[in-house]
């Protein structure tokens, strides 16, 4: 089996809920020395991005979303010990977080799975975040991000108001904020004022790199 027959094979499984499938393919791919990366990016997380297209047309609901997760999950813990970390002296560090009423918590773990196997320090503070949570763990942690999703339409504005906060405060300038999720987009990013908008755990990576390069 090829990469790629391989690599759709797992996204289809994925989809598929197939849970020992997952497993199999995941366990397969290790013993052809496919980066672990690699795997995630090309077969776990395609799967999920179909699975949230399928959510989308309300061809998959709640329970379905959440049942393919858990399938994400077991293919997640087969390959997550094997994710290369980078190491760096000065790390790019992140707090990052679901905003408050959303508990979906999928693409943030992914985001933190991803980012952390770049060498970026992250704290995550989880889902349901209250707002003030955010400003607070990024001056106690003293990050350069602040990384808020969320996978409902109606929980969305919490990250302005977290925007609007950190403006109120006069600190608006020491961090840069990231958004990404279900809803949103990069014209609501740049509506919020936010400073990047990310559809997937790589693109978060690679902008949050390019970010801290250029400051």
Known sequence: ???????????????????????????ESLTFSIPAEKTITRG??????????????????LPEVLTCSDTLNIGLDILRPHIKTEITDNPIKAVIGVVEGDTHDIGKNLVKIMTESAGIEVHDLGRDVPLERFIAAAEETKADFICMSTLMTTTMMGMKTVIDMLKKKNIRNKYKVMVGGGPISQK????????????????AVKKMKVIAANN
């Open 1 to 27: 089996m090829n990469e790629e027959h391989l690599f759709e094979e797992i996204s289809t499984a994925v989809v598929d809920m197939e849970d020992e499938l997952v497993e199999k393919l995941c366990k």
């Open 44 to 61: 776990l997380l395609s799967g999920m991005n179909k699975v949230g297209q399928l959510y989308e047309e309300h061809e998959y609901f």
């Open 188 to 203: 609501f990013a740049d509506e919020i004022g936010a400073d990047a908008y990310a559809v997937d755990a790589n693109s």
